[in-house]
T-cell receptor, first 112, second 116 residues
């Protein structure tokens, strides 16, 4: 079973911010939180990852709860190209994706 | 930088036939993964290579699936014989642990297999 839980689907209006939640209550101290997204008919692509502190990059921001049991991927201004399935996964620093389990993710729809 | 290459992109076979998929990871990436993604589900890790050695193949159905990575570069995944439930997208990914963004997997476009 996946170590993370996410809503099955979400909707957003174009050009509005989107907050995609992820729960990982059994996270260990050595687990990074990774986010990937998968556009239709493509392989997943990396979005962002973090350990304890909030992270920002050109694609998104990652807000990590103080107890690390949940996180939120923030897309600051949703575009139609952001419509995809978003996966939140845990990756141990020790094992490099060994035993990583992808759940079904959150399917994000962007409304023009 | 060239991405992860996979071929073929699509394959249709009948059950009990054999099929092989090829993956060329990003140059210099020591770690390579094969995933199976059934429609509506997230990718499921089948096997992980570190250079040309197998790190983890615990979820690979070894009675019909096999994979190899000769010389630690290209990799092939084979199914023999195929079953209807093998219909899925097979994804290859690679990772460079020496990259400052350690932990970022680079995925190929996948091979969509349909077993009739």
């Amino acid at each position: 079973d996946a170590k993370t839980t996410q809503p099955n689907s979400m909707e957003s209006n174009e050009e509005e911010p989107v907050h995609l939640p992820c729960n990982h209550s059994t996270i260990s101290g050595t687990d990074y939180i990774h986010w990937y997204r998968q556009l239709p008919s493509q392989g997943p692509e990396y979005v962002i990852h973090g350990l304890t502190s909030n992270v920002n990059n050109r694609m998104a921001s990652l807000a990590i709860a103080e107890d690390r049991k949940s996180s939120t991927l923030i897309l600051h201004r949703a575009t139609l190209r952001d419509a995809a399935v978003y996966y939140c996964i845990l990756n141990s620093m020790k094992t490099s994706y060994d035993k990583v389990i992808f759940g079904p993710g959150t399917s994000l729809s962007v409304i023009p | 930088e060239a991405g992860v290459a996979q071929s073929p992109r699509y394959k249709i076979i009948e059950k009990r036939q054999s099929v092989a998929f090829w993956c060329n990871p990003i140059s210099g990436h020591a770690t390579l993964y094969w995933y199976q993604q059934i429609l509506g589900q997230g990718p499921k890790l089948l096997i992980q290579f570190q250079n040309n050695g197998v790190v983890d193949d615990s979820q690979l159905p070894k009675d019909r699936f096999s994979a190899e990575r000769l010389k630690g570069v290209d990799s092939t995944l084979k199914i023999q014989p195929a079953k209807l439930e093998d219909s899925a997208v097979y994804l290859c990914a690679s990772i460079s642990t020496t990259d400052p963004l350690w932990g970022e997997q680079f995925f190929g476009p996948g091979t969509r297999l349909t077993v009739l």
